[in-house]
């Protein structure tokens, strides 16, 4: 109920939502099912699991790998596992890429 109620405030603002967690705490805290169900209301997932495995979850986007320097500047690997996160009026708010210079966050 409260999900849904975030939700929906986002969503009345234009935007789209999305919960980012690791996958490890969201099967704990919420369970798989949760999930699932969330997603298909409309809620999306990117999860954080940095391992040569796809997530066990479906997820809309896989951070499968983080901390790593790419033209000297600190970023996080993150791949598309659903392309339904580009559909809609606007990116969605949750979806950035995680820059910084190692050290400043």
């Known amino acids: 109920e409260v999900t849904q109620g975030w939700k929906s405030v986002v969503e009345s603002r234009g935007y789209r939502a999305g919960l980012y967690t690791s996958g490890s705490l969201a099967r704990d805290l919420f369970g798989t099912s949760f999930i699932q169900q969330q997603r298909q209301a409309g809620l999306y997932y990117w999860e954080a699991s940095w391992s040569t495995q796809q997530p066990m979850v479906s997820c809309d986007v896989w951070q499968y790998r983080g901390d790593q320097i790419w033209n000297g500047v600190t970023v996080d690997f993150n791949r ?12 969605p708010i949750w979806l950035m890429l995680k820059i910084a210079k190692r050290g400043n966050l």
């Not at 598309?80 to 990116?91: E, P």
Request: glycine share 8%.
């Open 80 to 91: 598309i596992m659903d392309d339904r996160i580009w559909r809609g009026s606007k990116i």
